[in-house]
């Protein structure tokens, strides 16, 4: 605790204090909110629970924001697949085999 008539204030301390502090109270306020709309949600599991609260402090992608990613990248590789064969013949390949 630091006194009136002490000398050896360090404010550069007590600013990151502050923001930490102010920080915690703003995900303590989001997580408590989140809370409360979950348990005011009908049939909400605990599962449900868990992940409306654990999202509550995530933030939405901007445009501005860049992914490092791939953009080549194959995430479905039956999608594509399906792009490079036409819908008839993939449809005579699996469901008409004998």
């Not at 008539?5 to 995900?27: G, M, P």
């Not at 995430?75 to 008839?88: F, G």
Request: net charge neutral; proline share 4%.
């Amino acid at each position: 605790m630091v006194s009136i008539d002490d000398d050896n204030i360090n404010f550069n301390t007590l600013l990151n204090d502050l923001e930490e502090s102010i920080e915690a109270d703003r995900i303590y306020k989001l997580r408590n909110a989140a809370k409360i709309r979950a348990v005011n949600q009908p049939r909400t599991t605990y599962e449900d629970f868990e992940s409306i609260v654990k999202g509550a402090t995530l933030k939405p992608l901007s445009k501005k924001d860049q992914l490092n990613c791939n953009p080549r990248q194959t995430w479905n590789p039956v999608a594509k697949k399906l792009e490079e064969d036409s819908i008839d013949e993939v449809f005579l390949k699996r469901f008409l085999k004998k």
